[in-house]
């Protein structure tokens, strides 16, 4: 346990306290980042790497974003390349949750935003191999999104759940156990996420194509486990997707197990194999302009009565322009369904080349 000073049980209900002062430099920094990573990225456009057509199936360099879970090795989508070509995808995200549980022996309380930014490097290699590395950070933090998600949930008549009565100053996530076991994050926290290595052989078919890969998890910060679990993890995964450039449907769907190594994040639950499923499926309204919805699910990493902790899934809906020059720019949001099983909402923005 990271805290003796904690309690051993985290109780919700209470007067609520006043929220702390969200910090204007965090939604300050986050959009400078965001605005100096398009103008870098776009200025490559130029250089001999491009995206993959349009009609190559839109999968999102994403999964459950949840602390959770993402620090653990749970693969991201499948790569997609063309064959002897360079991609190179990065993603700029920002999920905020605030959520409260109280189950039997457990108790946890979330309440924080994270952004992150993450870039993956792939290369075809010949006509059936892949490799990618993917990289980034993430920082822990109050945020920016917290007024703007309670009035859009008022404005439209939707609940706004545990939003506004955690009473918690907004970069708290606290679980603990009947034992007084948990884990305890209650500071801003910037640091490197794991890093990821994937490698597949594809085999083509008529109009779509087969990949059989494997995904290992690198471990990179000792932050805290909330941002990497310090464990070595394999994943092994097969997936199917269409490669017809004249498809105005393209899709992709894929299955697998992850094997986890020797995790320091709630290691007295946490579950040794993992099953895992993602797919997605887009539609091209003009040549240049699509729109894609990405499901992923994966199972419980821990043995645990609480949702957050149990079976997941995510949906991430998205529109995309690909640029003659060849870069791709998509933005979209991704939501947990079901609810409060995943972080609750994350808005992104990605560029392609």
């Known amino acids: 346990m990271r805290d003796a000073r904690r309690p051993a049980r985290v109780r919700f209900a209470g007067p609520r306290r006043k929220s702390a002062t969200k910090r204007p430099a965090h939604a300050g920094r986050f959009a400078l980042q965001t605005a100096l990573a398009i103008v870098f990225i776009t200025s490559l456009a130029g250089r001999p790497v491009r995206a993959d057509d349009p009609a190559s199936p839109p999968w999102q360099l994403y999964r459950d974003s949840n602390p959770f879970v993402s620090a653990s090795g749970l693969p991201f989508a499948p790569p997609a390349v063309a064959a002897d070509r360079w991609r190179v995808d990065i993603m700029l995200e920002a999920s905020n949750t605030e959520l409260g549980f109280d189950r039997r022996s457990e108790s946890l309380l979330y309440d924080a935003e994270i952004h992150a930014e993450r870039i993956a490097i792939s290369r075809g290699i010949g006509e059936h191999a892949i490799v990618r590395a993917t990289f980034g950070g993430e920082q822990f ?6 007024g703007f998600i309670r009035d859009f949930h008022r404005t439209f008549g939707f609940t706004n759940g545990d939003r506004g009565h955690l009473g918690t100053d907004g970069h708290t996530i606290i679980y603990t156990d009947a034992n007084g076991r948990g884990v305890v994050l209650d500071r801003n926290l ?3 996420a794991p890093l990821l290595l994937d490698a597949a052989w594809r085999m083509s078919g008529d109009g779509h194509e087969w990949l059989y890969g494997a995904t290992v998890k690198v471990p990179t910060s000792h932050a805290s486990p909330l941002v990497d679990d310090r464990a070595v993890d394999l994943s092994v995964w097969a997936a199917v997707q269409s490669t017809a450039a004249e498809a105005r449907i393209p899709w992709g769907a894929r299955v697998g197990v992850m094997q986890r190594g020797d995790t320091q994040l709630l290691p ?21 302009w699509d729109v894609a919805a990405q499901y992923q699910w994966h199972g419980a990493l821990y043995d645990s009565d609480i949702p957050l902790l149990e079976s997941a899934g995510n949906l991430t809906l998205s529109t995309a322009w ?5 870069w791709t720019l ?10 409060r099983h995943a972080q609750d909402v994350t808005f992104f923005v990605g560029l392609t080349l």
């Open 141 to 146: 933090g109050s945020g920016f999104l917290d």
């Open 330 to 339: 998509r933005a979209g949001l991704v939501e947990d369904l079901p609810s």
């Open 322 to 326: 690909h640029a003659h020059a060849g």
């Open 190 to 192: 910037s640091a490197a």
């Open 268 to 288: 007295q639950r946490a579950n040794d194999q993992v099953p895992f499923a993602d797919a997605v499926i887009g539609y091209r309204l003009l040549p240049s």
